[in-house]
């Protein structure tokens, strides 16, 4: 038996190149999260990567007040 529940997050990502003109382009990306159907997008990599992380500080915040009671 597990001490502390696993704590995951399913989560579809898309990403795709976004022609600006024909010389640039950027990458775009998606998260959606199959049970809720929300999907929040970003226009960059680190936002995205700001995004998780925010995502499992949050997550682990959560559990951290389950265990005290909170």
């Not at 998606?30 to 049970?35: A, G, K, Q």
């Not at 159907?37 to 915040?61: K, V, W």
Request: hydrophobic letters at 35%; charged letters at 30%; a negative charge.
């Amino acid at each position: 038996m597990l001490k502390h529940p696993r704590r995951y997050h399913v989560y579809l990502l898309r990403f795709w190149e976004e022609c600006l003109s024909p010389a640039d382009s950027v990458w775009r990306f998606s998260l959606e999260d199959p049970l809720t159907e929300r999907r929040q997008g970003f226009t960059c990599l680190d936002s995205l990567l700001a995004y998780l992380q925010a995502e499992m500080n949050d997550s682990a915040a959560q559990q951290a007040e389950k265990r005290e009671g909170v």
